[in-house]
């Protein structure tokens, strides 16, 4: 016979939780959502933080990229997909800042076939360097790098367009890594101004 017995177990446990709840709701009203405001509303009414006004007047400049090579394309992508995380679709605001992008990109055999010498599994990846310029003082606001790296699958020698179609996806895939990775990079900037 055990001398706690199951009534003294349960104080006990609701004694160690009472504190810990009192301290949640505590720190609960520190609590900021990146893209929301502090203003009460009602439940369900979306409004227009400081964070997203700030990143809609982000002016994304075209990503520099030979004529006619995947980079382009995949510099096209990139571009893209971060403005529409960072106006969501909606146009954009009188621009504020200034985005500089540089991309270089790398494609690795993981797996090769000991057969045919072919690969069947590859590592595709994606380098990014941005600069974030304020227009008002023509400065360097911040300098930041980023990397994406997603593996694909080249079927058999008979599955050539397959191969390709599975690099196009890898693109586009490690294309919106990138651009999710910016993007979050510059809501926190925006917060936090660091």
Not at 76 to 90: I, K, W, Y
Not at 135 to 142: D, P, R
Request: one cysteine or more; glycine letters at 6%; hydrophobic letters at 40%.
């Amino acid at each position: 016979m055990s001398w706690l017995d199951p009534s003294t177990r349960s104080l006990k446990r609701l004694v160690r939780l009472v504190p810990a709840l009192a301290l949640a709701g505590l720190v609960a009203g520190c609590f900021q959502p990146m893209y929301g405001d502090r203003s009460a509303m009602a439940p369900g009414v979306v409004s227009n933080s400081p964070t997203l006004e700030a990143l809609r007047a982000v002016d994304v400049k075209q990503i520099v990229a030979p004529n006619g090579t995947p980079l382009s394309r995949i510099a096209v992508e990139v571009r893209n997909d971060l403005l529409f995380n960072l106006t969501g679709g909606s146009n954009a605001a009188a621009p504020s800042h200034e985005l500089d992008i540089k991309l270089s990109t790398t494609n690795l055999s993981v797996i090769v076939d000991i057969n045919t010498a072919r690969p069947d599994v590859q590592n595709y990846g994606i380098d990014a360097i941005y600069t974030l310029r304020d227009l008002a003082t023509g400065k360097v606001v911040f300098t930041s790098r980023t990397f994406s790296r997603v593996s694909y699958d080249t079927p058999g020698q008979q599955q050539r367009f397959v191969g390709n179609r599975a690099l196009r996806d890898a693109e586009n895939r490690a294309a919106k890594v990138i651009a999710d990775q910016i993007h979050a990079r510059l809501a926190s900037y925006f917060v936090a101004g660091t």
